[in-house]
Nanobody
Framework: QVQLVESGGGLVQAGDSLRLSCAAS????????MGWFRQAPGKERMYVAG????????YYFDSVKGRFTISRDNAKNTIYLKMNRLKSEDTAVYSC????????????WGQGTQVTVST
């Protein structure tokens, strides 16, 4: 059984930085895409960033390009999301997800961690 546990969320001011972590257990996910999603109150869940198993390919939603960086440490079965120059519109619950394999859809999900950016 795959478990994903996020950490690192919190309350920060606009312009600050945060680093989220997602630790995976139960399965070797080193060949799977993993990613971060976020959901703000009253809005649909949005795909923020993704990273391939090797880390050689990444995806970013347009509004976070240049501010957020996704990375992974397969030895620790952990992915990270470094968020710089945070804005109030980044406020959301951030969840990590993992695909079942190299070409799979995201099917494993964490519980999420709250990020709140105050102005």
């Amino acid at each position: 059984q795959v478990q994903l546990v996020e950490s690192g969320g919190g309350l920060v001011q606009a312009g600050d930085s945060l680093r989220l972590s997602c630790a995976a257990s139960g399965r070797d996910l080193s060949s799977s895409w993993m990613g971060w999603f976020r959901q703000a109150p009253g809005k649909e869940r949005m795909y923020v960033a993704g990273i391939s198993g090797s880390g050689g390919a990444t995806y970013y939603f347009d509004s976070v390009k240049g501010r957020f960086t996704i990375s992974r440490d397969n030895a620790k079965n952990t992915i990270y999301l470094k968020m710089n120059r945070l804005k109030s519109e980044d406020t959301a619950v951030y969840s990590c997800a993992a695909a079942s394999g190299p070409g799979g859809h995201y099917e494993y999900w964490g519980q999420g961690t709250q990020v709140t950016v105050s102005t």
